[in-house]
């Protein structure tokens, strides 16, 4: 099974940015769906940026400010975060989705805290 670590979460001021990581233990090239949720405090997960076999869709708070992209060659997908805002705050989640045993199965990383704060 591949795992999926997240890196570079931290604590920025309103109007930064920050890159955010996930590396998979294995490959993902034959992965069709991968994506980036976020959980603040006291709410319900929700989904930030998906890839869908190349296809790039946004939750409309984020739209214009964060990029999603993915390097098959090196495992990993990033979130370019610019601008943000206080109400980006949350714990931030990567996850993949793909095919197997006739079902569809999402399997997640453990999360990366981002602080948004002056």
């Known amino acids: 099974q591949v795992q999926l670590v997240e890196s570079g979460g931290g604590l920025v001021q309103p109007g930064g940015s920050l890159r955010l990581s996930c590396a998979a233990s294995?490959?993902?090239?034959?992965?069709?769906?991968m994506g980036w949720y976020r959980q603040a405090p006291g709410k319900e997960r929700e989904s930030v940026a998906l890839?869908?076999?190349?296809?790039?869709n946004y939750a409309g708070s984020v739209k214009g400010r964060f990029t999603i992209s993915r390097d098959n060659a090196k495992n990993t997908m990033y979130l370019q975060m610019s601008s943000l805002r206080l109400e980006d705050t949350a714990v931030y989640y990567c996850?993949?989705?793909?095919?197997?045993?006739?079902?569809?199965?999402?399997?997640w990383g453990q999360g990366t805290q981002v602080t948004v704060s002056s």
């Open positions: 890839i869908d076999s190349g296809i790039t």
């Open positions: 294995g490959s993902i090239a034959s992965i069709p769906i």
């Open positions: 996850s993949m989705t793909y095919r197997g045993g006739g079902t569809w199965n999402t399997d």
